[in-house]
């Protein structure tokens, strides 16, 4: 992607020196393709994003680390992580306005190291990414994109914004009120039932995902020959059917709450090549059309 000269974002909450007390078992070295599969099979995103009530948990005990040095690679992917939710801002408050939507609020995007505490409870490198619709932010540990590099193949900065943009997309959804009648819906479901709403507000995301990018490219010319593919791969890789094969031999399709490969490359394609918001009827197709 080009990002010379691009703004980055005032929303940045950067509590990496801040340590990581309180985080479960193994680090992040020993469980990567745990935690990649964790994430993009459902986990604590999958929960996550769709919490719309505050949930108070014991807070995370942690330890400062103010002298703590940050890699080259490190302070790269957080000056990247803060351009890429600067555009999210300068998209989505413009198709806000064309829509009709109201003020776009934007969302902070926390920065962290191992554990975190949110307003849906405690958080952890070993989750993955998240959005937390109780505080309206998104948490990203960045040892999370090597993840996604080292165990998946899915690489490319593309790929990263990728993530970046459907945290974003389930922000969009808390905003227009998606996630919470999506949420209360899968209350009152069965796990299987509910699962499959999960994947219809996870496509949304990525369909989002696919929007944004439109728009910017559209705006700022940041697509570069490769960056497409990029994001392509990535998508084919985090389906549910994809990863849980990979994890354990097979796939359980019950219990798919992300969408399948062939789904999920489906939606952020429709977003990328249309950026319009009103083809995004993941909750007005039918489950074949999906």
Known sequence: MKLDGRRQSDNVDDRRRMG???????????????????????????????????????????????????TQEEQELATFSSQILGGTEDVWGQIFQEQGWGEYKKPTMVLYTDAVQTACGQGSAQMGPFYCSG????????????????QLGADGDFAYAYVIAHE???????????????HQQMQRLSEADANKISVRLELLADFYAGVW???????????????????????????D??????????AVPESFNHGTSKQRMKWFKLGLQTGDVTKGTTFQCSDAEL
């Open 135 to 150: 505080d309206e932010k998104l948490y990203i540990d960045l040892s999370f994109f090597t993840s996604m590099k080292k």
């Open 20 to 70: 990581g007390g309180g985080k479960a078992g193994l680090g992040i070295g020993a469980i990567l393709l745990a935690a990649v599969v964790g994430y993009f099979s459902g986990g604590f995103e999958g929960a996550v994003s769709n919490v719309v009530e505050t949930v108070q948990n014991a807070p995370v005990q942690t330890t400062a680390d103010n002298n703590r040095e940050f």
């Open 241 to 250: 059917d994809y990863l849980q094969t990979k994890a354990r031999g097979y």
């Open 213 to 239: 990018a439109h728009h910017d490219n559209k705006r700022f010319g940041s697509l570069e020959d490769g960056d497409i593919e990029e994001a392509i791969n990535c998508a084919q890789k985090i389906g």
């Open 168 to 182: 974003v997309g389930h922000h969009v959804e808390y905003l227009t009120g998606t996630l919470q009648k999506a």
